[in-house]
């Protein structure tokens, strides 16, 4: 992990997993955008992410 990327998961939550693509691999970039549709399926952007438990 990139400090940068510990940084975001540090902010975040240190009990969830995250996943970035590694720079100049764009096979992984596929895979993260899926995940992401997912859960905008399930979120729309307007949605605060506070209040989900």
Avoid: W
Wanted: charged share 25%; proline share 8%; hydrophobic share 30%.
């Amino acid at each position: 992990m990139t400090p940068a990327s510990m940084k975001v998961c540090k902010i975040l939550d240190t009990t969830t997993e995250f996943y970035f693509a590694h720079p100049y691999s764009p096979c992984e970039r596929g895979t993260n955008e899926n995940a992401n549709g997912l859960v905008r399926q399930y979120f729309p952007k307007d949605r605060d992410f506070s209040t989900i438990t």
